[in-house]
């Protein structure tokens, strides 16, 4: 982020007042990881509703927040040996749509970003046909509980650091769905901490 806002500077797109507002932000991001990690006997919860008996996830995302979703799925799949695969939201009608069923879990990240009402939208299409949604989303939005299943609130922050508490939401979920589920999560199967170039 330090680099994104430096070059913003250099190249005029962000005034000092701007830079120095963003900086200040940028200084509470440790605050936003805390606040996801205090909620961790509700993402316990979730991950026991969702991942305990789970087969299958979609993670969906847009913008800024769908290579977050990426890793998500990529998490779930490491440790809680769930299959999971990620898509950008906007793509849902070209396959995965096809895919849902009641006990196929909907992973969303609807938070407050320039891409909001679509993806209000995707999930939406994702709830009509009767698969169950877990939102992360921005506290206090008062409407998303309204189209979900579930949500977990990450704290109310400029969208573009928003990837920061949904990605350790998002851990933390697979983390519990791996304890859940009695799997090895310092030791999963099959992987090596390191990659190794013959």
Known sequence: YL???????DRG??????????????????????YVLNKSDEIRALA????AEA??????????NYPVAMEGALKIKEISYIHAEAYAAG?????????LTSS????????????????RSNVGEVSARGSPVLAIGTEGDKELPKFVDDVIEIPSLP????????SVALQLFAYE?????NCPIDKPRNLAKSVTVE
């Open 3 to 9: 680099i994104a806002l430096k070059l913003g500077q």
């Open 13 to 34: 797109t962000l005034g000092y007042d701007e830079l120095d507002r963003l900086k200040d932000q940028l200084r509470s991001l440790p605050r936003a990881a805390q």
């Open 48 to 51: 026991q509703k969702y991942g």
């Open 55 to 64: 087969k299958d996830m979609f993670y969906i995302g847009r913008h800024a």
């Open 91 to 99: 793509e849902l009608k070209h396959g995965p749509l096809a895919l």
């Open 104 to 119: 196929t879990p909907v992973i969303a990240v609807v938070a407050q970003d320039p891409t909001y009402e679509k993806m």
């Open 159 to 166: 969208w573009i650091f928003s990837p920061v508490p949904v």
């Open 177 to 181: 769905a791996a304890r859940i589920r």
